[in-house]
């Protein structure tokens, strides 16, 4: 056994040690410490006491990302130590992602989604990401700092129900409405249906720049675009 393999073997019997409130905690300090391997660990074995991936989600990992987000805000954090944090969430996220995706339902619409040009936080876009395809939507997800072209070229190609933009700085936030005015001047805008996100923006910016709807979370997220492509083919709306 190498020592690396003693000490990954240790770390899980440590976290196994711990009581689900305790090791949700402690995934908490590992989040803020950026340890991957240590969040893989924790997201493995709350999955194997029984946890749903969706709670897992919201209870350890974004409530991890919260508390960073807090430090980072407040100066504590820099930019380094929050790229390790983002990378431990990845790893998680990347666990769960095949269970929340994988639902056998059918799909019932396409969707486009990125982040927008100068913007690099993908975090909450793929959380959106996973969320729409575990609920049956065909999902493209373009990652980040994409321009406007980067969108034409995916709703040319895919054809989406939905085209989702991500917005996580007020300095980004902007470009939503450039990307909806251009749609607009290429007279392609009432063939989508437009919903934005991101931590600084509301509904009241959502009307503003001409989207549909603004969603405040991922499980808003999914409600909307159900409820809205139900709404354009004359469905009654799914559960
Ligand atoms: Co940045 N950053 N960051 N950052 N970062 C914020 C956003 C910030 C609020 C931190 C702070 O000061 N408290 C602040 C913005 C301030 C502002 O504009 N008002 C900030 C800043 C300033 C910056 C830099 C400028 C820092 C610097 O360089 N000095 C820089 C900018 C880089 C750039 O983009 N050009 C920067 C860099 C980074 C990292 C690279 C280090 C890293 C990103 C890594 C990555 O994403 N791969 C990072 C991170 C991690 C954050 C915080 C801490 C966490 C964001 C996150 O992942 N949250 C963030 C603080 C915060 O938001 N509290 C912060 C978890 C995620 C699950 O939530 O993304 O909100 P969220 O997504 C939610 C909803 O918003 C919604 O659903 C999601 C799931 O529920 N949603 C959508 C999001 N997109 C949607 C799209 C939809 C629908 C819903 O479409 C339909």
Redesign the pocket.
Known sequence: MTESEVTESEEELYLNTLSDEELVEQMHDDLYDGLKEEIEEGTNILLERGWAPDKLLADA??EG??I???D???GI????E??M???A??GGMAILRPLLAETGAETIGT?V?G?VK????????N??SM?LEGAGFEVHNIG??NPVENFLEAIEEHKPD?V??????????PYMKVVIDTMVEQGIRDDHIV???????NEEFGKAIGADA????????VE??KQMVAQRRGESIPA
């Open positions: 990992l974004v990302m919260r960073v987000g807090i980072f805000r407040d954090l820099f930019v380094p929050v790229l944090s983002a990378n969430m990845k969707v989604i982040t100068g913007d690099i936080h993908d975090i909450g876009k959380l959106v969320m980040i700092n939905i989702g933009m991500s917005a996580l700085l007020t300095t980004t936030m919903l934005v996100g991101g931590a600084p923006l603004y969603c405040r979370d991922a499980a808003v997220a909307t675009a």
